[in-house]
């Protein structure tokens, strides 16, 4: 546990990490950390690099150049030791829909050290099955199966646990539970890499959040700093001239995006809308300046960007959900 002032423990690192498949170059070089205890959501479209990446992390694939580490352990240079660190489901959880949840568990159990009933009984509690793990897979939900292939994951204790797309094919209730699940795992003290391509999974779920675009990590923070970078405020102002000029020189203004005739306000002709990029910490500061400039103030909007509006900005307009 960190005490107070402590940096987080780096539970996975990547550093350089490059994918080359017949000399085309897959994955181009990304780094990031995962600390101890949060949800790290890893966003991009489609096609972006993300399953390569992970297949990467559990040593499915080797990179062609970087290196990862998970609890300090380097996953080519000491497998063993890194791999016992780490659950993951890439895509959907393999099981066998002829045996019950429990015979299942017992069965993945048997292929790991120190597994005994009772950490099958724990994770089955963990994962809230205890009504159902004695009945046939073959009967189990999306939902079920998806909670199965996490506590199958869960058997050996590991500090990580990698989800790729945990809530593909769910609906709306089973989304909502599966968010909910992870976020009380995180509380418990795991550390989990959530995949998606889904923005307003990983904006309402995630600590941190890196956004891969074509084999780049293109933007990696907490999801609230990523959003506040792009804040804007529409400044509903009379004369529009004057007050662009204002706003224009001023250092608090990071840029003035667009210039639009408010027709709400009929019968003013100079009355318009400055909508400009800025801190939203500064509005009170630069209303009163405005003012005193003798600059009619009709109405400011602050404008909270959601995480789609960052990967759009970030990505040019590359297609996600």
């Not at 790991?112 to 009504?131: A, F, G, T």
């Not at 009967?139 to 945990?166: C, F, H, K, V």
């Amino acid at each position: 546990m960190n005490g107070p002032g402590t940096s987080p423990a780096v539970v996975l690192s990547v550093r350089n990490v490059k994918k080359r498949i017949k000399n085309k170059e897959i994955i181009k070089g990304i780094s990031f950390d995962v600390y101890a205890g949060e949800i790290f959501g890893f966003l991009g479209p489609n096609g972006s690099g993300k399953t390569t990446t992970i297949r990467m992390l559990v040593d499915l694939i080797r990179p062609t150049e970087g290196t990862i580490h998970i609890c300090g352990f380097d996953v080519r240079k000491q497998h063993d030791q890194a791999m016992q660190q780490v659950g993951c489901i890439v895509e959907n959880p393999e099981l066998y829909s002829y045996l019950t949840g429990w015979e299942n568990l017992e069965h993945f159990a048997r292929m790991l050290p120190d597994v005994d009933e009772k950490r099958i009984q724990e994770v089955v509690e963990i994962v809230s099955m205890d009504q159902r793990i004695h009945d046939k897979v073959r009967t189990y939900s999306l939902g079920m199966r998806q909670r199965l292939g996490i506590a199958q994951a869960l058997l050996g204790r590991p500090s990580l646990l990698i989800l790729d797309e945990p809530t593909n094919g769910l609906d709306p209730q089973g989304i909502k539970e599966m968010r909910e699940f992870i976020q009380r795992l995180a509380a418990d003290g795991l550390s989990l890499f959530v995949s998606s391509h889904l923005l307003t999974e990983i904006q309402q779920m995630c600590d941190r959040v890196a956004i891969i675009s074509h084999g780049e990590v293109i933007q990696v923070g907490a999801v609230h700093d990523l959003i506040a970078q792009g804040g804007k405020v529409v400044w509903t102002v009379s004369p529009a001239e004057q007050a662009e000029g204002l706003l224009h020189a001023s250092s608090l203004v990071t840029a003035i995006e667009a210039i639009e005739q408010d027709s709400t306000i009929l019968g003013q002709p100079s009355v318009k809308q400055i909508v400009t990029q800025m801190d939203k910490e500064h509005v009170p500061q630069l209303s009163r300046q405005l003012m005193e400039a003798g600059i009619s103030l009709y109405a400011v909007e602050i404008k909270n960007p959601t995480l789609e509006d960052l990967f759009l900005s970030l990505t040019e307009g590359e297609t996600i959900q």
